[in-house]
C-alpha cells in the first residue's frame, strides 16, 4: 500500500464512530446509514458519511437495498487492514525497545 492509502485507512479507523459502525456492521451482519444511526449518538447524514469514507478506503462494500444502501465490512480488506496496523504496531515496539535499551545504558553508566 501506498503511503496515502495508509494515511485514509489510519484516519479511517482512527475515527471513534467508524471503528464503532464496524463493530456493528460486524456483529449485525450489514446495515443501512438509517439502522446504523439508531445505536450512534449521531445524526443518519453524518452515518452516511463516515460510511462514505470507510466505503472509500475498501473497509466496506456498498449493494442498494431498496430507497437505501445496504453497507457490509469487506472481511478481507479489514484483515489487511489489521495486519498492516499490527504491522506498524510491532515497528514501533521494537523502536521502544532499542529506547529502553539505550536509557538504562546510560542509567547504569550515571550509577557507575
Known amino acids: 500500500m501506498s503511503v496515502a492509502v495508509d494515511d485514509e485507512l489510519w ?3 482512527g ?3 467508524r ?3 464496524l ?5 449485525g451482519g450489514g446495515g443501512t ?3 446504523l444511526s439508531e445505536h ?5 447524514q453524518a452515518v452516511a458519511k463516515h460510511l462514505g469514507v470507510l466505503h472509500r478506503v475498501g ?3 456498498v449493494m442498494p437495498a431498496g430507497r437505501e444502501r ?4 469487506d472481511e478481507a480488506q479489514l484483515a489487511r487492514a489489521v495486519a498492516q496496523l499490527a504491522s506498524v504496531g510491532a515497528a514501533w515496539d521494537a523502536r521502544l525497545q532499542r529506547i529502553k535499551r539505550i536509557a538504562e545504558a546510560i542509567q547504569r553508566g550515571q550509577e557507575g
Do not use: G
Request: proline share 7%; glycine share 0%; net charge positive.
Open 11 to 13: 484516519s479511517a479507523v
Open 15 to 17: 475515527d471513534p464512530t
Open 19 to 21: 471503528r464503532r459502525m
Open 23 to 27: 463493530d456493528l456492521l460486524l456483529t
Open 33 to 35: 446509514a438509517t439502522t
Open 40 to 44: 450512534l449518538p449521531v445524526t443518519r
Open 59 to 61: 473497509l466496506v462494500h
Open 70 to 73: 445496504r453497507y457490509e465490512v
